[in-house]
């Protein structure tokens, strides 16, 4: 499975998620994390419980995005305000919408950052560099901050099993792509951070 992973899919899905106003569609953002996640399942059993968290949340946002206010879930900009205008998410602690929309993007928002910041030292290691500490390096900086003790160490364990970095140019075919596809998810994280910012949802329970 490993070998139909490519870069540049999620690019591409990633890259149709941009609206020309700038604002972000919600069926290419989950499709993209679609591809994310058949790639780390290729990878082995000890990913499935981040995959399947991954893959509820998906489903979650589809299953708004095909529901009769589905219109109202377009993208990230329409979903904020139509929740917000219409007190559908829980603010400060869990409540009557424990899986709000914003609540559930948010979670797929803070990953996003850590594979930015992942796939950039990526880019920049050497021979030497060691995958496993790349991959922890960039979750302390970033999704750590929002998991417990117990998740964490979990995720510690997993990380033990990440391939090597010769494994992740393989199968991600393009080297060079990674110059062009971090960006990109920069600028799609950063639209989205943005947004949440201005609305004072990045703390959502
Ligand atoms: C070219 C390289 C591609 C690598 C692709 C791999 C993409 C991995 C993305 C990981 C996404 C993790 C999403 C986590 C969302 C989350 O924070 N959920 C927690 C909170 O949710 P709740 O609903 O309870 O508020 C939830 O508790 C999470 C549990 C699972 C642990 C998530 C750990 C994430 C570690 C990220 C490292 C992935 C390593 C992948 C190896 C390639």
Not at 33 to 43: K, P, R
Request: charged residues 25%.
């Amino acid at each position: 499975m490993a070998d139909t992973f490519s870069l540049q899919r999620v690019l591409e899905t990633f890259r149709s998620s941009l609206s020309e106003k700038k604002e972000v569609y919600i069926k290419y953002y989950i499709a993209g994390w679609q591809e994310l996640v058949a790639f780390m399942n290729s990878l082995g059993n000890v990913f499935s419980f981040i995959s399947k968290d991954v893959v509820s949340k998906i489903q979650i946002l589809e299953n708004f995005l095909s529901g009769e206010n589905g219109s109202h879930y377009v993208t990230i900009q329409s979903m904020v305000k139509y929740e917000l205008e219409n007190e559908l998410v829980d603010l400060t602690k869990r409540g009557s919408h424990p899986e709000s929309g914003c609540r559930t993007l948010l979670r797929l928002h803070r990953a996003l950052r850590w594979l930015e910041l992942f796939l950039e030292r990526l880019r920049t290691s050497t021979e030497d560099s060691k995958t496993s500490v790349m991959c922890s390096d960039a979750y302390n900086e970033s999704l750590a901050q929002h998991h417990p003790w117990l998740i964490r160490k979990a995720v510690g364990v997993a990380f033990c099993a990440i391939p090597g970095r010769d494994t992740f140019f393989d199968v991600m075919h393009v080297v060079a792509l990674l110059g062009e596809s971090l960006p990109l998810i920069a600028e799609v994280y950063q639209i989205t951070e943005d947004l949440y910012a201005k609305n004072n949802l990045l703390e959502l329970p």
